[in-house]
């Protein structure tokens, strides 16, 4: 069974009052390019002590830098929900689980972990809340990972993921639908938020479907030669959706 929360004080959700002193970000899918993702913040001059980072999750896996995503949870101002590739290292306890994420998934890195450092990372992403709610002045902004099932409201979502639905915590991580355009009729997800953000499916350009936006715009790939590859960063307060990126390459 899917483990979803490391212990019942870990909420599946966690809010995020108005910032009043600074602004605030959500960024892509990180993918171990923390380098890139230092030089992007560098430019937008984010300042640690009023600013804070929000992540759709995604921190690990195929990029160089695997390892630093502990050091960056652990940062006061920055706050990330879980994504699939978390959720493949807390289920590697399981060996074909292992597997599969090392063949297919970019776990490799996981192999040159001490047993004390797994233990770490594993704590660590258990208690990632599987959604975030910030307040903006624009009205709550939502982050997931990859998607909101389109029956749902957001309040609806968000409790039966505080319920421990797994199926919904599934959803929540790995889905494709509305990005990929399995119906186009979904409409915006309502009941509590404004917009919401997600990663999961690399877009070449942030993608908005309604109030759901993607902006996973595949920083990674650069590795796999995608010319392409961007990481991108939206201010989301006070600003209500300002889009920045930094074009990825193999040396920064």
Not at 89 to 98: C, G, H, M, N, R
Not at 177 to 201: E, F, N, S
Request: glycine share 8%; with cysteine.
């Amino acid at each position: 069974m899917l483990d979803i929360t490391a212990c019942a004080e870990v909420p599946a959700i966690a809010r995020y009052p108005l910032n009043r002193l600074g602004r605030d970000f959500v960024v892509g899918d990180i993918h171990g390019m923390f380098a890139h993702l230092q030089t992007l913040l560098l430019r937008v001059r984010f300042n640690p002590e009023v600013d804070r980072l929000f992540s759709v999750g995604d921190l690990v896996d195929r990029g160089p830098a695997s390892r630093d995503a502990l050091r960056w949870l652990r940062l006061g101002w920055f706050h990330a929900c879980r994504g699939n590739h978390e959720q493949f290292a807390i289920d590697s306890v399981l060996p074909e689980e292992l597997d599969y994420w090392v063949q297919y998934n970019g776990g490799a890195w996981w192999l040159e972990l001490s047993n004390e450092e797994r233990r770490l990372f594993r704590e660590a992403f258990l208690a990632m809340p599987l959604a975030v709610e910030v307040e903006t002045a624009a009205g709550v902004v939502g982050i997931v990972h990859a998607d909101v099932p389109p029956a749902l409201t957001w309040d609806r979502f968000v409790r039966l993921l505080s319920a421990g639905q797994e199926e919904i915590a599934l959803y929540a991580m790995f889905s494709r639908y509305r990005v990929q355009g399995a119906q186009d009729d979904l409409g915006p997800v309502l009941g509590g938020v404004t917009r919401v953000y997600c990663g999961h499916t690399p877009v070449r350009e942030p993608v908005a479907v309604d109030n759901v936006h993607f902006i996973d715009t595949g920083a990674v790939y650069i590795w796999d030669g995608y010319q392409d590859a961007r990481l991108t960063l939206i201010e989301i307060h006070p600003q209500p959706h300002r889009q920045y990126s930094i074009r990825c390459d193999l040396e920064v």
